[in-house]
């Protein structure tokens, strides 16, 4: 019996990750099955939209068989061609996973270049953080592939929620050259709690999260270096942004904090931050937040007026703070005004 037929008899799934709904005709069993009915296969070359070879993106190896992009600080632009947040692999002794594959199809593309320009091993799992555009937008171009998309239980309907906004949005903001090709792949793979996912004499370990900075935050935990990717659970550089419930983003970050870790991947920032010290900034930043909106609404203050000065004291602190600041006291001014 080959290893790889040997694995997948005996892959870690049962109980922890339940198909997507809709998806229900491939059950966990069965998609163990197709996984490996295709999934090592050997990956086919990469070919872009426009039929050039994609430059391979930059990545750095942050730990042992660790690779991780580091995207720019800024909102999405022609320019940058939504290159805005960090997106990694893993590569284990039979396969790759993907965590997050940047924000556009043509991104997605240079990340798959920038794996091959490594190894030939399969991509088994490309896994999201969460829903937003720019940790979604590049999982088209891993399609051929054949991995399990992967994610929070909760992803697959905000993306079906957000399909349509997000793709005119990020359209009008990328301008048609980058965004072509991008289109979004839900999960066919969901994590009602904690997994384990093996890539060969590796396994990284996901737990789906309460609600934080989205409803549908993932962690990764690479066993064997450590190396935890938080996704947008922590933002360094980048203003934090919040897009689930300022209180349910405290209590993670608490949770997290007391999580061992050897280092940390944020969704924005440096490629690799010493854990847990980097969580500290972010945490104060949401704390005053919080606490000052507390105090306006016990003093009557209207949100907009709360707007204009809530967390102002950060403002040196961060990168992008008018594009969110004022949009984090009005999301933690309508959470904590019904406290
Ligand atoms: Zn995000």
Redesign the pocket.
């Given at each position: 019996m080959s290893r790889d037929r040997q694995l997948c008899q005996t892959y870690p799934f049962a109980g922890q990750i339940r198909p997507v709904a809709g998806l229900a005709a491939r059950s966990v069993s069965s998609g163990i099955a197709w996984l490996c009915a295709i999934g090592f296969a050997a990956s086919a070359t990469t070919t872009s939209v426009a039929g050039e070879s994609p430059q391979p993106l930059a990545v750095t190896e942050v730990a042992s068989g660790v690779f991780v992009h580091q995207g720019q600080t800024g909102l999405f632009t022609p320019r940058n061609s939504g290159d805005i947040?960090n997106c990694s692999f893993v590569i284990g002794k039979e396969a790759v996973a993907v965590i997050d594959t940047c924000g556009s199809y043509k991104l997605g593309e240079r990340l798959l270049a920038a794996i091959r320009a490594r190894t030939q091993l399969p991509v088994r799992y490309v896994i999201n953080t969460?829903m937003?555009p720019?940790?979604v937008f590049g999982n088209a171009a891993f399609e051929a592939e054949k991995p399990r998309f992967t994610g929070h239980k909760k992803l697959a309907r905000a993306l079906a929620a957000r399909a349509d906004r997000y793709l005119a949005a990020n359209k009008d903001l990328l301008g048609p050259e980058a965004f072509e090709g991008t289109r979004i792949i839900a999960p066919d793979l969901a994590v009602e709690d904690k997994a384990e996912l093996d890539l060969g004499e590796r396994s990284l370990v996901l737990v789906a999260r309460p609600t934080a900075?989205?409803d549908n935050d993932l962690t990764v935990l690479d066993k064997e270096t450590g190396t935890l990717f938080a996704?947008?659970l922590l933002f360094s550089v980048h203003v934090p942004?919040l897009?689930g419930s300022i209180r349910g983003w405290l209590a993670v970050l608490d949770k997290l904090a007391a999580e061992p870790a050897a280092r940390v991947v944020p969704?924005h920032g440096p490629a690799s931050m010493p854990w847990p010290q980097a969580l500290e900034p972010q945490k104060r930043y949401l704390s005053r937040v919080a606490g000052e909106v507390r105090a306006a609404i016990k003093a009557g203050r209207t949100l907009a007026d709360t707007a204009k000065t809530a967390g102002e004291s950060e403002r040196g602190s961060w990168q992008l703070f008018d594009e969110f600041n004022a949009r984090n006291v009005s999301a933690a001014f309508a959470e904590l005004e019904w406290e």
């Open positions: 947040s969460h937003h720019d940790h900075h989205t996704g947008d942004a897009d969704g």
